[in-house]
Antibody, heavy 118, light 109 residues
């Protein structure tokens, strides 16, 4: 299993970024996938998840601003981040769910740094 | 939101000693949907324990988890130098679906 994030960088408050996560080594179609972020010195924070049926969920602080999606033809997970705020600054991890019905993160990418600053 | 509070904040022990980490939930964790992760400096988190007490694939048996309801424990029976890391607990249920504790830093003297 390998998860490789890309698309991080510097954005201004109110700006947008799109993160991608290329997944290999497992049957991408069969597993829920998530985005989890971590600010320096803090515990991880759930950002968003997408089920095998395309159903989505979001953490409270990003609802209405971020959109998760997946492309099963390319085994890629996305996170579209709009209306970015300074407090969105963090390392964003793509994480695979252990199995449907087992809500734990068993594989994580190396992380993509997102910095929101003017 | 289910808040997870971990204690102690920092644990400083010697190799070979036993480490006991606590995770307390503000409400009962349904179906014992509780996991523990290890995060070494500069690395991504690694799943150690899920379902409160099941070791993840490849995790040594000196790591064990216990507890139910609102009180959970991670025990490392014989610390090794590579166990120096921050340990997080995580639960599933409610809104948001997943929450994490703030972490316990384990230092090996």
């Amino acid at each position: 299993v390998q998860l490789v994030e890309s698309g991080g960088g510097l954005a201004q408050p109110g700006g947008s970024l799109r993160l991608s996560c290329a997944a290999t080594g497992f049957s991408f179609n069969f597993y829920p996938m998530t985005w989890v972020r971590q600010a320096p010195g803090k515990g991880p924070e759930y950002v968003s998840g997408i089920g095998t049926d395309g159903s989505t969920s979001y953490g409270g602080s990003v609802k209405g601003r971020f959109t998760i999606s997946r492309d099963t033809s390319t085994n890629t997970l996305y996170l579209q981040m709009n209306s970015l705020r300074v407090e969105d600054t963090a390392t964003y991890y793509c994480a695979k769910i252990l199995a449907p019905g087992s809500p734990y993160f068993d594989y994580w990418g190396q992380g993509a740094q997102v910095t929101v600053s003017s | 939101e289910i808040v997870l509070t971990q204690s102690p904040g920092t644990l400083s022990l010697s190799s070979g000693e036993r480490a006991t980490l606590s995770c307390r939930a503000s409400q009962s964790v349904s179906n014992n949907y509780l996991a523990w992760y290890q995060q070494r400096p500069g690395q991504s988190p690694r799943l150690l324990i899920y379902g409160a007490s099941t070791r993840a694939t490849g995790i040594p048996d000196r790591f064990s988890g216990s507890g139910s309801g609102t009180d959970f424990t991670l025990t490392v029976s014989r610390l090794e130098p590579e166990d120096s890391a921050v340990y997080f607990c995580q639960q599933y249920g409610g809104s948001p679906l997943y929450t994490f504790g703030q972490g316990t830093n384990v230092e090996i003297k």
